[in-house]
């Protein structure tokens, strides 16, 4: 299981390292923004896509939808971890294909929950 | 900072003495005109536009030297001379806002060095004693030959002694992650300075916005507003006073709410 994490935090970025590294996940990979992920999932073969929203450079919004729009990578689970939390984002987010959505701040527990329910589902 | 509670109140006229010669010069327009004297007219005129612009200059003066003084005096107490030199270097909030960043930054990666640091002393600590219950409680059931017993007491001393050892690791570490929660008291003070600036520009802008709205009424301009939506799309950051607020969540359990409404 590989997995790219994007956010342009790297603090944000090592909590999640670390939380995924205790769920059992170690092959995992980061990207600051979705210009710099947008290559690596092309070519890095990831099984899924941790990624906020608010970024300089690509958002994870705009990252979302490219990434549904692409026809080799149109099925890569992605997980939305981010403080954006007016309805309408979320809505947006859920239209667009996201396949779960944590709002900052959140906890070790509800992270492990989302991923698990999304694995649950493609299996 | 002393000084600008004296501009605080915001003045809604202009000040009287100009209101004062504007009457008095206006009822001198009106001679100059019924008795034909036009040129007389025209000079007053004139001193009426002086009268405006002085008025307005003095007014963008007073407003520029409260800002200046404002961004003048706005520093955070150095603690050490080290620090002091930083800060001297900082002259504006953005520098100030990005120092923030940077202490809070510094703090978040210490404390993590600090727990994954921590984090395999725990496991190891764990998983030596668990194998060594084992150990134990074949003893427990006399399934130990005296030789293997010889070689559980030497590990069980080695366990006491580096159990002591990783307590006090862990301990340290702990006690270290306590102080590298100091920067709170410091981007503490620099967001107050700063708050308390923001609140004063807004201040002296609203009140550059009232006299603007008088030179408006002198000039008759009238302004048409363009009210711009802004995408949400690009993201808009954290919300605030979540609580009070139909438009967004207000945790995790309002997202997964939302979601299942949507059939997630």
Redesign the interface.
């Known amino acids: 299981m590989k997995i790219l994490i994007v956010d342009d935090?790297?603090?944000m970025r090592?909590?999640i390292k670390?939380l995924l590294r205790d769920l059992g996940f170690t092959n995992t990979d980061e990207a600051d923004d979705g210009n710099t992920a947008l290559p690596m999932l092309k070519s890095g073969k990831y099984d899924f896509l941790v990624t906020d929203?608010?970024?300089p450079g690509m958002?994870?919004?705009?990252l979302l939808k490219t990434v549904r729009a692409d026809e080799n990578l149109k099925d890569l689970p992605i997980l939305m971890v981010?403080?954006?939390?007016?309805?309408?984002?979320?809505?947006?987010a859920?239209q667009a294909g996201v396949n779960g959505?944590?709002?900052?701040p959140?906890t070790a527990a509800?992270l492990k929950e989302k991923i698990e329910k999304i694995f649950e589902r493609i299996q | 900072m002393s000084r600008m509670s004296d501009n605080k109140k915001i003045r809604r006229d202009l000040e009287p003495e100009v209101t004062e010669k504007l009457r008095h010069q206006a009822a001198e327009l009106t001679q100059c005109v019924e008795s034909g004297d036009y040129a007389g007219a025209m000079n007053l005129i004139n001193e009426l536009n002086e009268v405006r612009d002085q008025s307005l200059y003095r007014e963008v003066g007073r407003l520029t030297r409260t800002l200046h003084e404002a961004i003048r005096n706005f520093q955070i107490d150095p603690r050490s001379p080290e620090q002091k030199e930083v800060l001297s270097l900082m002259t504006d909030a953005s520098d100030r806002l990005a120092y923030v960043v940077q202490m809070t930054s510094q703090a978040a990666n210490r404390t993590m060095d600090l727990v994954e640091e921590s984090m395999p002393v725990a496991h190891t600590v764990r998983d030596n004693a668990t194998s060594l219950r084992q150990e134990w409680q074949r003893l427990g059931r006399r399934e130990m030959q005296p030789a293997e017993f010889r070689e559980l007491y030497g590990r069980i001393d080695a366990f006491f002694q580096s159990v002591s050892k990783d307590a006090d690791r862990v301990y340290n570490n702990l006690s270290e992650i306590l102080l590298a929660q100091d920067f709170q008291d410091l981007t503490g003070q620099v967001i107050q300075r700063v708050t308390a600036l923001v609140k004063e520009v807004e201040e002296q802008m609203l009140s550059l916005v009232v006299m603007a709205s008088h030179v408006d009424q002198l000039t008759g301009t009238v302004h048409r507003l363009e009210h711009e939506e802004v995408s949400a799309e690009q993201g808009v950051g954290p919300q605030m006073k979540t609580e009070e607020r139909e438009d967004v969540v207000s945790g995790q359990n309002d997202v997964d709410d939302l979601l299942s409404s949507l059939g997630f």
């Open positions: 935090f790297s603090t090592r909590i670390n929203w608010n970024m958002s994870g919004f705009d981010t403080a954006e939390a007016k309805r309408d984002q979320i809505v947006a859920a959505y944590v709002v900052k959140f509800v």
